[in-house]
């Protein structure tokens, strides 16, 4: 599969200190090699604005947005085991392209890295401030975590943190009004009756499998945010 390398997700690299004001976490990408190439990839293409841009990690780079929405002129910025610090590095990118809407989904690999959940939310609301700025015409969509599901096969180690998810959820949708984004619960969509990641719709408790995206993109355009 052309994105089966993205699954195979690298240690965690926590950085112990000795001092306590110190953050005992690190700010590089999961696959750190990987995030040149997408970005020298996204330098070649032409910009053009007014698009739908879908930002986000491995879970947005994954998917046929093209296909799932059946327009050809959506924009995919996703890259594999990003994190909102790196996202914070390369907004330029995407507010010179003066997207008309933007879906960010974010924080999974926040999470794998013990970034703390009060953190991710406010590396949210720079993220989507940067956006107001430089694109005051845009709407943004901050997307919930999706569920996990550590029970299934080949379940990446670092990810087992199922509470931190709900918890980064909440904040983002308790943040929606103070960010002025329009907070979309896409959790209710993939979960299961134990509140788990439905194991049809994934390849080991993660990452979404193809069928999986057009629901995703269905239920934006039931909300009318597509």
């Not at 299961?192 to 990452?207: A, F, V």
Request: aromatic share 10%; proline share 6%; charged share 25%.
């Amino acid at each position: 599969m052309k994105y089966l390398f993205i699954l195979a997700l690298f240690p965690l690299m926590v950085q112990a200190q000795s001092v306590t004001n110190q953050r005992l976490y690190d700010t590089i990408p999961f696959i750190p090699e990987h995030t040149p190439q997408r970005i020298e990839k996204f330098a070649k293409e032409p910009i053009v604005t007014g698009r739908v841009i879908f930002l986000g990690n491995s879970i947005t780079e994954m998917g046929d947005w093209k296909k799932a929405t059946g327009d050809t002129t959506v924009v995919n910025r996703g890259i594999g085991g990003d994190i909102t610090y790196g996202v914070l590095k390369r907004l330029k990118d995407v507010t010179d392209r003066q997207p008309s809407k933007l879906f960010i989904l974010l924080g999974i690999n926040d999470i794998g890295k013990d970034i703390p959940d009060v953190v991710i939310a406010d590396n949210y609301l720079k993220i989507v401030n940067e956006i107001h700025n430089k694109c005051p015409q845009t709407k943004v969509y901050v997307e919930s975590v999706l569920p996990l599901n550590p029970t299934m096969k080949n379940f990446p180690q670092h990810y087992d943190k199922e509470e931190h998810v709900l918890a980064v959820n909440k904040l983002l949708q308790a943040n929606a009004s103070i960010g002025k984004y329009i907070f979309v619960d896409i959790f209710h969509l993939f979960v299961d009756g134990n509140g788990r990641l439905k194991s049809e719709l994934s390849y080991e408790g993660l990452h979404l499998k193809p069928e999986a995206y057009p629901i995703w993109v269905a239920y934006l355009k039931k909300q009318r945010y597509l």
